[in-house]
């Protein structure tokens, strides 16, 4: 998804089962990124970016992202919450996965990255 077009468009898959995700997205390298959705009449009419993330395997780490496992306190918070979310996937090759994900971030400007806000990094 960068700007300056060093790399093919995405093909960008959604689900709004996010509690579900893991068992639809394959196990490929890839990028996602959780979206609380705005509806009119059940239409969505507006997103609000929240988090964009990367895996070696999608499917993998999309499962850590359940809310009983989420190390991200605020992510962890708003998947508890009710809501109108949308999770969206696409595979991307190895070598492009930090390029892809740091252009997402820069773009969408998502309220709940580690990448953007480091104060909720874990300690190790």
């Known amino acids: 998804m960068s700007l300056g077009g ?6 960008w898959h959604g689900t709004g089962s996010i509690a579900l ?16 959705l705005g509806k009119l009449h059940g239409l969505a009419v ?5 988090y964009v993330g990367q895996g ?33 996937y696409a595979e991307v090759e190895l070598a492009m996965l930090d390029t892809v994900e740091r252009d997402l971030i820069s773009h969408l400007q998502p309220r709940f990255n580690r990448q953007r ?7 190790t």
């Open 21 to 36: 995700a893991h068992t639809i997205a394959p196990d490929r390298p890839g990028v996602y990124v959780y979206a609380e």
């Open 56 to 88: 070696k395997s999608l499917s993998a780490r999309l499962s850590r992202h359940q809310p009983h496992l989420e190390s991200n306190r605020l992510l962890r918070d708003w998947l508890h919450r009710p809501g109108d979310r949308q999770l969206y």
């Open 117 to 123: 806000y480091p104060q909720h990094t874990l300690s």
């Open 6 to 11: 060093s790399f093919n468009e995405l093909a």
């Open 46 to 50: 507006a997103q609000d970016w929240v």
